[in-house]
């Protein structure tokens, strides 16, 4: 089972200065692969001192899980020694695709999601875990298409992807409810539709609203909706590792870790409320 | 449809390297109230695009001044045509994109070689990092050493056989000067380095590009002054080039007979 982390936040470029020079921490951190893979300098030694005292996680975002692509075995090995050599409490990508013909989008694609789609995802997953030599997690990812030929709900997908190759499950609420508005689902039955015992981490963020579609931006405060989800994923799902992610229009660090603090408060009183 | 045959749709119309297909993409993406399919699908094919050029404007953010927005988006959606990314790190996506400058129109002469420069320092700064050597390495050598001993480069070390010298256009962009120095034509050859944090660049003089190169090819010392023959005192070049690049951090180890073990 994956340990409980706290709450944590997003290991960004200008947030360094503050880590590195300050010392200032949350009670862990999550970076994103690829941002670290053969790299030097700066980045590499604001991960070393912020890995000396808290735990760190590697959120991929071009596994491409999903793909019919072959899976990139150079990107796994590079991945294996960036684990080896930060010992992350655990790795994590998407429930998506984003390569085809060996070129990449570099976005995080929604499946269809059909029976052939599952096994394909199903036997990369059990592919990947093996190669790393460790259990992953999957996250799932905001939409704004749907496609004619699913015959599963995402969350019954992601489910059974998760029971099928033994992964772990990343809940982004702020995914959950910007998919939910885009495709107008009920976003407490997605919640419902998910093992309890495979949520080992989740993600909360902020999105803008375009009118005709909510647009997964990481670029503002938690909106309320994604706190009041998070609430009912906290009551379903228990204690599990927080993280908020800003990806742009960054502000200062202490703005990001009063993010964290809200979603630790959060949690706490519905816990205490809890039977 | 296939898993295979909705990728291969939605990635050429997202990607615009198979933009049509109209009518499929209407069949396999729902419509609803809010919003029709094929403007679905489009908000991917917005995003794809302004995810990439931010990428490549991110390593040359000098160069893409000097064009304007309008007309860099232009030129990175033709870069993107015949360099698609092929890495799982966006990062890597614009490493061609000053080579390919050179091959564009309509453009002020020098700005591929400052792309190619802006580059250059952007790899370098976040290269593998290396312990670098000291001159004192050499000082344990002795003299009939010399001649055979090569030297190890750090991998954030990188040189460039540029056509025109962009040091004082780079220089006015990066303080935010309003000059602009005319383009001044002539190979340039520049090291790019990084000591801590820091990234430097510096002109090489004719004779230590052609050393550097041989030694980064490992050459030996020898060789290396024979690289500086068209000086009036060849050793002495030679061993001045290898003591200031020891200097700048630029030499990781030496290799010699005599250091067996040691390096």
Redesign the interface.
Same mark, same amino acid.
């Given at each position: 089972m994956v340990p409980f982390l706290g709450h944590g936040i997003g290991l960004r470029t200008k947030h360094f200065p503050e880590l590195l020079e300050q010392g200032r921490r949350a009670d862990w951190f999550e970076v994103i692969t690829e941002n670290f893979l053969h790299v030097g300098g700066r980045p590499r030694a604001v991960l070393e001192a912020v890995r000396a005292d808290r735990p760190v996680v590697l959120h991929g975002v071009s596994l491409s899980i999903g793909s019919v692509d072959p899976i990139d075995r150079q990107y796994l090995r590079d991945m294996r020694g960036l684990a080896n050599a930060v010992e992350p409490a655990w790795v994590s990508d998407h429930l998506c695709w984003g390569t085809f013909g060996r070129h990449n989008a570099h976005d995080l694609l929604p499946l269809p999601f059909t029976e052939e789609a599952l096994s394909h995802v199903v036997a990369r997953v059990v592919e990947v875990q093996e190669r790393l030599g460790r259990h992953i997690l999957l996250e799932n990812v905001s939409s704004y298409l749907t496609y004619a030929l699913s015959t599963l709900s995402e969350w019954d997908f992601l489910a059974e992807v998760s029971r099928r190759a033994d992964c772990f499950i990343l809940l982004d609420v702020n995914n959950v409810y910007v998919s939910a508005i885009n495709h107008g689902f009920d976003a407490l039955e997605f919640l419902r539709g998910i093992p309890v015992d495979r949520v080992a981490q989740i993600h909360l963020a902020g999105h803008q609203n375009l009118g005709t579609h909510l647009l997964d931006t990481h670029d503002a405060p938690v909106p309320d909706p994604v706190w009041a989800l998070y609430r009912d994923a906290v009551r379903r799902f228990g204690r599990v590792s927080t993280l908020v992610e800003w990806d742009d229009r960054i502000p200062p660090l202490d703005e990001v870790l009063a993010e964290a603090e809200k979603a630790r408060s959060l949690a706490s009183a519905v816990l205490e409320e809890l039977p | 449809?296939?898993? %295979?045959e #909705?990728?291969?749709l939605?990635?050429?119309r &997202?990607?615009g #390297?198979a933009p049509h297909r109209e009518n499929e993409l209407r069949?396999?993406?729902?419509d609803?109230p809010?919003?029709p399919?094929l403007?679905?699908?489009e &908000? %991917?094919a917005r995003? %794809?695009i302004h995810?990439?050029v931010d990428?490549v404007a991110e390593d040359v953010p000098h160069t893409a001044e000097m064009l304007g927005h309008d007309r860099f988006v232009d030129l990175v959606r033709q870069y993107l045509s015949e360099h698609?990314?092929?890495?799982?790190? &966006?990062?890597q #996506?614009g490493r061609h994109f000053g080579a390919w400058l050179r091959g564009r129109e309509g453009l002020r002469a020098d700005l591929p070689d400052l792309a190619i420069l802006e580059r250059a320092r952007s790899e370098v700064?976040?290269?593998?990092?290396?312990p670098v050597a000291g001159a004192g390495t050499l000082q344990g050598l002795p003299p009939d050493a010399f001649p055979a001993t090569r030297f190890v480069f750090c991998?954030?070390l990188r040189v460039l056989h540029l056509r025109h010298d962009v040091r004082a256009l780079w220089d006015a962009l990066d303080k935010n000067r309003d000059e602009r120095p005319a383009p001044a034509r002539g190979r340039t050859s520049v090291a790019v380095w990084?000591q801590e944090?820091k990234v430097f660049h510096t002109a090489l003089s004719g004779s230590e590009a052609a050393a550097l190169e041989v030694a980064r090819e490992g050459g030996t010392l020898e060789e290396i002054c024979a690289a500086c023959a068209g000086e009036p005192e060849p050793a002495h070049a030679a061993f001045r080039a290898v003591l200031s690049w020891f200097a700048d951090g630029w030499v990781v180890s030496v290799k010699s007979p005599r250091l067996r073990g040691r390096h």
């Open positions: - | 449809m296939t898993l %295979y #909705v990728q291969a939605l990635h050429g &997202i990607t #390297v069949e396999q993406v729902l609803r809010s919003l399919a403007e679905r699908v &908000i %991917y995003m %794809y995810r990439l990428a698609p990314s092929c890495s799982p790190d &966006i990062g #996506v700064r976040t290269a593998p990092d290396a991998p954030s990084r944090f």
